[in-house]
Each structure stands twice: as C-alpha cells, then as structure tokens.
C-alpha cells in the first residue's frame, strides 16, 4: 500500500504557521485544528521545519514560559523528513520509528501535497486488519 492511498482517505490539507509566529500562536492553532504539530514555513512558503507539542513541552522545560511569546523557529525541529505519495507505507512506519517523528509531509517535485501522522499509518494498519478479517470471516461462512 502506498501513501496516496492515506492521503485519498483523508485529504491532503495542511495546517502552516509562519516561522516568525509567536509559540503562543503555534498553541492556538494547534488547539484550534486538535492536531499536534504543524510545519512551519518561510519566506515564500518554504518548509523551514515542523513544530509540535513535544517541541514546546520541552522548551517549556529548559526556557521556561517566557518561550511563549518568541518566534516558532527558536523551539521548531529544523530537521524535517519528508515522503512521497509513491513511497510504501512500510517505509513510512521505519522512518517514523528510526528518527523518532510523528509527522512527515508528502512532497512531489518540491512541493507540498499533505502530511502523514503516526495516527494515519496505524488508523491504516486497523483498517488492514479488519478487512481481513472480514474477508476471513466470509470464507468460512461460505
């Protein structure tokens, strides 16, 4: 199975925020939309890096509250894996366990198409088993 087939269920809407945001505005938006990370971008729209709860959460930690109302691009993870639609969704599941991230956005050719969550793949993964099941279950009722 290939992520397109996750985005084709779910859409390929994309929550951004502006680096220059305050975290006191990456929150908001993150409870506005109930999601737990957002990317974040530059100027001309540019992937600069993602930022999450647990981003905060640990800025929170060691900068305490006065984080708040600095920019996002002081607390965001810079480092941003990435997919795309063609990839497996096996790929997907090692390179979220290997490099320890919740979300990959789907580029093609550079540009942005949607985001994949940890959530995603295993909501996919119950999907998988339930339809086999259902397949197992008819075969022997027949």
Known sequence: MRISQILNKKGSG???VPATSTVRGLLATLDE?????VLVV????????????????????????????????????????TCTPDDPIEGLREIMTEHR???????VDGELV?????????KNA???????????????QH
């Open 42 to 81: 530059g100027d001309g729209g540019a992937i600069a890096g993602i930022a999450s709860e647990r981003d905060v959460v640990r800025c929170l930690h060691t900068g305490g509250a006065s984080i708040l109302d600095g920019p996002v691009s002081g607390i965001m993870t810079a480092v941003v894996h």
């Open 14 to 16: 994309v929550i951004t």
């Open 101 to 107: 991230v919740r979300h990959l956005p789907v580029m």
């Open 126 to 140: 119950i999907d998988q088993l339930e339809a086999e099941r259902e397949h197992l279950v008819q075969y022997i």
């Open 114 to 122: 949607g985001i994949v969550s940890i959530g995603d793949v295993v």
């Open 33 to 37: 939309w109930n999601i737990g990370a």
